[in-house]
């Protein structure tokens, strides 16, 4: 078996990109890590730096007013948004968020390209779930169709929470509306208000993007694998708010 590799995985939990004998992948992952400091916070991620910088066939938007990568530590940037009693990496060092919105919606494409695809799996790691029901994924077939629609469970405070799916049969996924919690995040240290829920993202995983057949409403049968992954839950140092703490 080999494996192939690309730039921007350079974490020491990064996960093998499976490939088929005649070299076409299995499915994608993202885990921000990688991406260089000029595109991490203070600064914007470029909402296809998925699809040119690094070609993977997703392309990000949002309602919002734009999305942001945690700093590594050792920058002028406080790491994990400015939220270190909130937050925790699955991959160390960088959170993905979208500023100013609950909301982040992922399009495919054929990596490297403008042509659009689709997907037959999409899942990720939510950081920081601690109220059900607001945060969840939902998937839209090529005709926009609600095809698809899970909640998060509640990992609690810096718990870490994985939710994806895959469809069945000839169904498949042309975009994915994510909805992180119902608090957003203005800008490192700032968020929206004291009191919601805010929650942000790690690692994407997805199946490899397919140029987008006709739409085929009939039979979208979809296997849910609301997995927790519970994987942490680390105690508050300070045992209740500082000052600026959000939910
Ligand atoms: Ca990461
Ligand atoms: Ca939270």
């Known amino acids: 078996m080999s494996y192939a590799r690309e730039p921007f995985f350079p974490a020491p939990r990064r996960l093998h990109e499976p490939v088929h004998r005649d070299g076409s992948r299995l ?3 993202i885990n921000w890590d990688g991406v260089p400091d000029a595109r991490s916070d ?3 991620l470029p909402a296809n730096f998925f699809n040119v910088n690094s070609p993977r ?13 945690s700093a590594n530590a050792g ?36 990596p490297g390209t403008s042509t659009a695809a ?14 059900p029901d607001l945060t ?23 718990g870490l929470s994985f939710l994806g799916a895959m469809v069945d049969g000839s169904g498949s996924i042309s975009r994915v509306r994510i909805t992180s919690g119902l608090n957003t995040i203005v800008s490192n240290g700032v968020p929206c208000n004291l009191i919601d829920d805010v929650v942000v993202m790690d690692d994407f995983l997805y199946a490899e993007p397919a140029a987008a057949a006709i739409p085929e409403p009939s039979s979208l049968a979809l296997l849910g694998l609301g997995l927790a992954a519970g994987v942490a839950w680390l105690r508050r140092r300070d045992g209740g708010r500082l000052a600026g703490a959000v939910a």
């Open 42 to 44: 203070p600064n914007l």
């Open 118 to 131: 689709t997907t037959t799996a999409f899942g990720l790691i939510f950081v920081d779930v601690e109220v």
């Open 136 to 158: 969840k994924i939902e998937f839209f077939d090529a005709g926009n169709a609600l095809i698809y629609s899970h909640s998060a469970l509640v990992a609690g405070n810096q």
């Open 27 to 29: 499915r994608r992952e």
């Open 57 to 69: 066939g997703a392309v990000f938007a949002t309602p919002g007013t734009g999305f942001l990568l």
């Open 75 to 110: 920058q002028a940037t406080p790491i994990l948004f400015g939220f270190a009693n909130e937050f925790q990496t699955f991959s160390p060092q960088r959170l993905f968020t979208a500023l100013n919105s609950n909301v982040t919606d992922v399009s495919f494409f054929v």
